[in-house]
């Protein structure tokens, strides 16, 4: 996958770019992540917060994470694309929803993470570590 990243929502409104993080891809199977994108987990690319851009039509929706810290999820007001997420945890990076991407098909998770909330018809990315 190139580093530089660029993608938007469904009906074009909100646009991002930016920079791929040394952080590596994952699917996340908290219960948050279900919740959001209505499906078993979310597919994340982390890029690095001081590269990126977005539209200033993207509305953010605050929640307080597992971790009893913030969490925003970023959203498209007209269409209602899930496009972006962030947490207070961890404020250097960005994570992309990677069926937003303009080159999703080049997108390739890494790991699942909260596996133990994922959903028995949900496939789990085995983890080594």
Known sequence: MENKITGGCKCGRVRYAGQRSDVPAFRCHCRDCQQLTGTGHADMLPLDRATFEISASCQIFEMTGGS????????????GSQLTRR???????IYIHAGSLDTPENYVPAKSIYAASAQPWDDVIPHDG
């Not at 009893?68 to 269409?79: A, D, I, L, R």
């Not at 947490?87 to 990076?93: A, I, Q």
Request: some cysteine; hydrophobic content about 10%; charged content about 25%.
């Open 68 to 79: 009893g810290k913030s969490t925003f999820s970023g959203f498209c007001p007209t269409c």
């Open 87 to 93: 947490s207070e945890r961890s404020s250097d990076r």
